[in-house]
């Protein structure tokens, strides 16, 4: 089985280094890694042309979703990656994945997320683990997958692309876990398959977040599917949310240190996110 990794960004220059960086050092390298550029305008599309191993291409319409959706069309192999520009992977993760799709009856798979700007990474995989375990094996009802560390087989992909929703109320990685449900396609969660990602979505203002947090129920009511999964989910990323955006904002990810200086400035500036 060969691989493509799937990156889509905009305005990543801060993030896409380590990314890349983390793919170079697999003890399996993919077989071919694409990165969409939606508009960025610093240094990104620079960054990407750096990496000899990188087919960069371009999505003009602006929003993940079609980011996404133009990379896993370009891409050539049976088993596609998809990742976010913050995302770094562990070094065993291309060799995880192949391990999990020696299943056939697997159609995509997503694993657990550490957060690498908080103390004891790569470690601390177990705080989403401890709320997203449970739901995978008691919520049958619950298809999931995160962009940020997931992969699906092409042929899957192939199955569901032209049902898939564009609706950017909902989040694309969920909606496509949906369709893949709904036709009875298996998604595993495999605690394995790990992956740090920044905390940066703490950075945003509470009515930004709320709207965020509010998709996942948006996106599983609109397939007529039971949203208490989804709240538990949305109250354990809210509660983190709570808890440890006093905590984000004392980082400065420009020095990679803490202070109550850093806080009491206001600490960091939300991203301008691609549009949903």
């Known amino acids: 089985m060969k691989i493509s990794i799937v990156i889509p960004v905009y305005n990543e220059e801060d993030y896409l280094n380590a990314c890349l960086n983390a793919i170079a050092n697999q003890t399996v390298m993919p ?38 959706t133009r990379g896993f069309n370009e891409a050539k192999y049976e088993i596609m990656g998809r990742i976010d520009a913050d995302t770094i992977l562990s070094p065993n993760w291309v060799e995880c994945v192949l391990e999990v799709f020696k299943d056939n ?9 550490s957060f690498y700007e908080w103390p004891f990474s790569p470690h601390n995989h177990w705080v989403e683990h401890i709320f997203k375990g449970p739901l995978y094996k008691y919520a049958k009802k ?22 898939l929703c564009e609706n950017r109320t909902m989040h694309e990685d969920l909606d496509l876990a949906i369709h893949l449900y709904k036709r009875n396609m298996k998604i595993l969660y495999e605690r394995k398959l790990l992956a740090g990602m920044s905390a940066r979505r703490y950075d945003d203002s509470p009515a930004s977040f709320r709207s965020y947090m509010k998709s996942y129920t948006t996106t599983y009511k609109s397939h007529g599917l039971p949203i208490v999964a989804p709240r538990i989910a949305m109250a354990g990323y809210t509660l983190g949310y709570i808890i440890l955006k006093p905590f984000r904002s004392s980082y400065n990810p420009q020095d990679n240190t803490y202070s109550v200086k850093h806080l009491l400035k206001g600490g960091n500036k939300a991203r301008k996110h691609p549009m949903h």
Not at 105 to 113: D, L, Q
Not at 144 to 151: C, H, K, Q, R
């Open 31 to 68: 077989d071919e890694v694409i990165v969409v550029d939606n508009n960025s305008t610093d240094k990104t599309v620079k960054i990407a042309s750096s990496y000899p191993f990188v087919k960069l291409i371009n999505e003009p319409i602006q929003g993940v979703l079609q980011a996404r």
């Open 142 to 163: 619950f298809p999931y997958l995160f962009g940020t560390n997931m992969a699906i087989k092409k042929n899957a992909w192939n199955a569901v692309k032209n049902e």
């Open 105 to 113: 009856k697997i159609a995509a798979v997503t694993g657990a997320n």
